[in-house]
């Protein structure tokens, strides 16, 4: 497949704004932080309103996003110190502009197609992969919006996709920006350093009372218990049911029978698919190939290689048309075959692998078979449990009497935090556990959530059993964490004041880094050649940025990336790795979209000049911390 329909199934847009292109977003989020505050707007761009509700969703988003990537749930603090309000303020803005403009050039789409959008997206289908009118409410509800403004969302979305796709479609970073983006990014530098480390006579031993209790007075927020919940589980778990399930293998042998051409493997090719910019562009690349048989020359003159244009290996069902897949199966291998129409212009085929048609046995598929029944077996035992769970609920049962009529184990947990961790500071492994500890956190004792459901089928059932509030602890009762504590920043300053002297001997006296070797008794070290990206348990990202705004010959002074040490340097040489095209390409599909996004930003900034915009920081802090707030919007 292409590079470029890979990025243009994206769009740069997606890229730089993440907007609500893609709705497999998780129901999970931060919380309803906003509950029962007045409507009011955060910004204003032309006539355009960028509401508090609209601001809940995406940085709800945004958590869950980021949460998925590091496999962690992050707070709202967390996010907030990292700045992402700000960045989802002002994304919200560079929307708002685009979708200004849309409107005034009379953009809308039509309800059919944000319909079909809503129908084909995945958070909205059910176990059975069906839409789901309920999923959908639940939601919309859960991200802080009402249906109208969810659909008035989305048709902005089009809209600004339909803009950015027109402005940047076929986007290509300048080549002379490549050069000098390449020169930036692989200059590589190698150092000579030594490692400064306190003796056990030079770090700090002796701590005052006076001391500490200054330093936890500044400090004591950083050893506040969080907020801490009790709650119990009743699970119908997939797994399990699937385990006691036993398929017979006659009924597996009758499915096999039935449906024969399921389980055959069907012949598949591998190809390239060429395009071109016209049909005289085809027809004489063509005719150069007739000549000199030369495919690899064919496609350096269309600026691709061969991954741009590799298809993979597919069925006849698998191409993009039935005139492409047509014309490639009926084509012998290492063959070129054209011209046919494609979704980028008139192209060429050449078929690089074939592999035949295979009928299997049942006995080659008969495992297959019976986890496909076992599953579909469990997932239907489950909604039969999961019916009988309701009633006994709905009848007025516990959780403990519903576990012993219906054979369940009930699982409870304790002290938990709101990003899921024990007292022993594990997180919980937990079906659904971010959706669980959202639902949690946001109820009263006694209650009984209704019934979650993951990915997998697994459904699950809480119960809120107590709270334990948040409180700062007493000196008493962590005086020896802050005695530690403290003793650790006192060792890291002595060691920054010990590097900086040595510096200062280097850098004012002359003195060169193997006499403060000799000094030290410790060997002098050499990086190797490392780059800006380069990082390991040594080079923090502040000692690379420090190496790399050192001169030739000059020394700098930087911490190591773990530990107290701290790095006193020679920068040795400074030279650029060799140009090649896996690098080269490397950098264009990380660079690519940023240069795109400031180009992006710089139209939007001047879209917003003319349009009249407003913000509200203020509004934005009042949200997250209405106790400061001072009157109302």
Same mark, same amino acid.
């Not at 060792?491 to 006499?515: D, G, R, V």
């Not at 030290?520 to 348990?537: D, Q, W, Y």
């Not at 990202?541 to 700098?556: P, Y």
């Not at 190591?560 to 920068?571: C, L, T």
């Given at each position: 497949?292409?590079?470029?329909?890979r990025?243009?199934?994206?769009?740069?847009?997606g890229?730089?704004?993440?907007?609500?292109?893609?709705?497999a977003?998780?129901?999970?989020?931060?919380?309803?932080? @906003?509950?029962?505050?007045?409507?009011?707007?955060?910004?204003?761009?032309?006539?355009?309103?960028?509401?508090?509700?609209?601001?809940?969703?995406?940085?709800?988003?945004?958590i869950? $996003?980021?949460?998925?990537?590091?496999?962690?749930?992050?707070?709202?603090?967390?996010? $907030?110190?990292?700045?992402?309000?700000?960045?989802? *303020?002002n994304?919200?803005?560079?929307?708002? =502009?685009?979708t200004?403009?849309?409107? !005034?050039?009379?953009?809308?789409?039509?309800?059919?197609?944000?319909?079909?959008?809503?129908?084909?997206?995945?958070?909205?289908?059910?176990?059975?992969? &069906?839409?789901?009118?309920?999923?959908?409410?639940?939601?919309?509800?859960?991200?802080?919006?009402?249906?109208?403004?969810?659909?008035?969302?989305? $048709?902005?979305?089009i809209?600004?996709?339909?803009?950015?796709?027109?402005?940047?479609?076929? @986007?290509?970073?300048?080549?002379?920006?490549?050069?000098?983006?390449?020169?930036?990014?692989?200059?590589?530098?190698?150092?000579?350093?030594?490692?400064?480390?306190?003796?056990?006579?030079?770090?700090?031993?002796i701590?005052?009372?006076?001391?500490?209790?200054?330093?936890?007075?500044?400090?004591?927020?950083?050893?506040?218990?969080?907020?801490?919940?009790?709650?119990?589980? *009743?699970?119908?778990?997939?797994?399990?049911?699937?385990?006691?399930?036993?398929?017979?293998?006659d009924?597996?042998?009758?499915?096999?029978?039935?449906?024969?051409?399921?389980? &055959?493997?069907?012949?598949k090719?591998?190809?390239?698919?060429?395009?071109?910019?016209? =049909?005289?562009?085809?027809?004489?690349?063509?005719?150069?190939?007739?000549?000199? !048989?030369?495919?690899?020359?064919?496609?350096?003159?269309?600026?691709?290689?061969?991954?741009?244009?590799?298809?993979?290996?597919i069925?006849?069902k698998? +191409?993009?048309?039935?005139?492409?897949?047509?014309?490639?199966?009926?084509?012998?291998?290492?063959?070129l075959? +054209?011209?046919?129409?494609?979704?980028?212009?008139? =192209?060429?085929i050449?078929?690089?692998?074939?592999?035949? %048609?295979?009928? $299997?046995?049942?006995?080659?598929?008969?495992?297959?078979?019976?986890?496909?029944?076992?599953?579909?077996?469990?997932?239907?035992?489950?909604?039969?449990?999961?019916?009988?769970?309701?009633?006994?609920?709905?009848?007025?049962?516990?959780?403990?009497e519903?576990?012993?009529?219906?054979? #369940?184990?009930?699982?409870?947990?304790?002290?938990?935090?709101?990003?899921?961790? /024990? #007292?022993?500071?594990?997180?919980?492994?937990?079906?659904?556990?971010?959706?669980?500890? &959202?639902?949690?956190?946001?109820?009263?004792? +006694?209650?009984?959530?209704?019934?979650?459901?993951?990915?997998?089928?697994?459904?699950?059932?809480?119960?809120?059993?107590?709270?334990?509030?948040?409180?700062?602890?007493?000196?008493?009762?962590?005086? %020896?964490?802050?005695?530690?504590d *403290?003793?650790?920043?006192?060792?890291?300053?002595?060691?920054?004041?010990?590097?900086?002297?040595?510096?200062?001997?280097?850098?004012?006296? @002359?003195?060169?880094?193997?006499?403060?070797?000799?000094? #030290?008794?410790?060997?002098?070290?050499?990086?190797?050649?490392?780059?800006?990206?380069?990082?390991?348990?040594?080079?923090?990202?502040?000692?690379?940025?420090?190496?790399?705004?050192?001169?030739k010959?000059?020394?700098?002074?930087?911490?190591?990336?773990? +530990?107290?040490s701290?790095?006193?340097?020679?920068?040795?040489?400074? =030279?650029?790795?060799?140009?090649? %095209?896996?690098?080269?390409?490397?950098?264009?599909?990380?660079?690519?979209?940023?240069f795109? /996004?400031? *180009?992006?930003?710089?139209?939007?900034?001047?879209?917003?000049?003319?349009?009249?915009?407003?913000?509200?920081?203020?509004?934005?802090?009042?949200?997250?911390?209405?106790?400061?707030?001072?009157?109302?919007?």
């Amino acid at each position: 497949m292409f590079k470029f329909l890979r990025k243009n199934a994206t769009g740069p847009f997606g890229l730089l704004l993440i907007i609500l292109l893609v709705f497999a977003f998780s129901i999970w989020g931060v919380g309803d932080i @906003f509950r029962g505050y007045d409507a009011g707007k955060l910004a204003s761009v032309g006539n355009k309103d960028i509401t508090i509700q609209e601001f809940q969703f995406r940085f709800n988003r945004e958590i869950n $996003r980021i949460s998925n990537e590091l496999q962690r749930f992050i707070s709202t603090e967390e996010a $907030r110190e990292s700045g992402l309000d700000i960045q989802v *303020l002002n994304r919200l803005i560079i929307e708002s =502009s685009i979708t200004e403009v849309g409107n !005034n050039m009379r953009l809308r789409p039509s309800d059919k197609t944000i319909a079909k959008r809503i129908g084909n997206t995945k958070a909205f289908r059910n176990a059975f992969n &069906e839409f789901d009118r309920n999923i959908f409410d639940q939601v919309i509800r859960q991200n802080g919006l009402t249906e109208d403004m969810f659909l008035e969302t989305e $048709r902005e979305s089009i809209i600004q996709k339909q803009i950015f796709d027109s402005l940047f479609g076929n @986007f290509k970073t300048p080549e002379i920006m490549n050069k000098l983006l390449y020169q930036f990014q692989y200059e590589s530098r190698s150092i000579d350093y030594v490692l400064i480390i306190l003796s056990s006579e030079e770090e700090v031993s002796i701590i005052s009372d006076l001391e500490i209790d200054s330093y936890f007075n500044k400090n004591k927020n950083s050893y506040a218990n969080e907020q801490r919940r009790d709650f119990t589980i *009743l699970a119908l778990l997939n797994i399990e049911i699937n385990e006691k399930i036993v398929i017979d293998e006659d009924e597996a042998y009758k499915l096999f029978q039935e449906n024969q051409s399921l389980y &055959e493997i069907p012949q598949k090719r591998s190809y390239y698919l060429i395009p071109f910019i016209d =049909s005289d562009q085809l027809e004489k690349a063509q005719e150069d190939y007739l000549y000199d !048989n030369d495919l690899e020359k064919l496609l350096n003159d269309r600026g691709l290689n061969k991954s741009d244009v590799d298809q993979g290996l597919i069925s006849i069902k698998q +191409g993009l048309s039935f005139e492409i897949s047509q014309m490639a199966f009926n084509a012998e291998i290492n063959e070129l075959v +054209g011209p046919v129409n494609s979704p980028f212009g008139p =192209s060429l085929i050449y078929v690089t692998k074939i592999t035949e %048609e295979e009928k $299997r046995d049942f006995s080659d598929v008969k495992n297959e078979i019976i986890k496909d029944l076992k599953e579909s077996t469990s997932q239907d035992k489950i909604y039969e449990l999961y019916n009988l769970v309701e009633d006994e609920r709905a009848s007025g049962k516990t959780f403990e009497e519903i576990a012993i009529d219906q054979n #369940l184990e009930l699982k409870a947990f304790n002290s938990v935090t709101s990003n899921g961790k /024990n #007292l022993n500071d594990q997180y919980l492994d937990i079906p659904a556990l971010e959706e669980i500890l &959202e639902k949690v956190f946001d109820s009263e004792i +006694g209650t009984e959530i209704d019934s979650i459901e993951d990915n997998v089928g697994n459904i699950i059932f809480v119960r809120v059993d107590d709270i334990r509030d948040a409180n700062i602890p007493s000196l008493n009762e962590v005086r %020896e964490e802050v005695i530690n504590d *403290l003793r650790i920043n006192k060792n890291k300053e002595l060691t920054e004041l010990k590097a900086t002297q040595y510096l200062n001997k280097i850098s004012e006296q @002359f003195i060169k880094l193997e006499e403060i070797a000799d000094e #030290l008794e410790v060997a002098i070290l050499n990086s190797g050649k490392i780059i800006r990206s380069t990082t390991n348990e040594v080079f923090s990202r502040a000692s690379i940025l420090k190496i790399f705004e050192t001169k030739k010959d000059s020394a700098f002074v930087a911490p190591v990336a773990i +530990g107290n040490s701290m790095i006193v340097g020679v920068v040795k040489s400074i =030279s650029t790795l060799e140009e090649n %095209e896996e690098r080269m390409n490397s950098l264009k599909e990380v660079n690519g979209p940023r240069f795109e /996004n400031e *180009l992006i930003f710089s139209l939007s900034q001047e879209l917003q000049k003319e349009l009249t915009t407003e913000v509200y920081f203020n509004r934005l802090i009042n949200f997250f911390e209405p106790q400061n707030a001072q009157g109302s919007f």
